[in-house]
């Protein structure tokens, strides 16, 4: 392949990639469960 057409791959890619993580921010749900899960991550002390 070609060194422009694998950099244009890779700006697709990763504008995809943006692309769906912008619309999961958007949907309070969805960081709800990724806060819980994060959260989830970290043992409590007692």
């Known amino acids: 392949m070609a060194t ?21 921010y958007s949907r309070p749900e969805m960081m709800v469960a990724v806060g819980e899960f994060v959260w989830s991550c970290f043992p409590t002390v007692r």
Request: proline share 0%; aromatic share 10%; net charge positive.
């Open 4 to 24: 422009r057409t694998r950099t244009l791959l890779a700006y697709g890619a990763a504008a995809v990639v943006l692309g769906a993580v912008f619309l999961l």
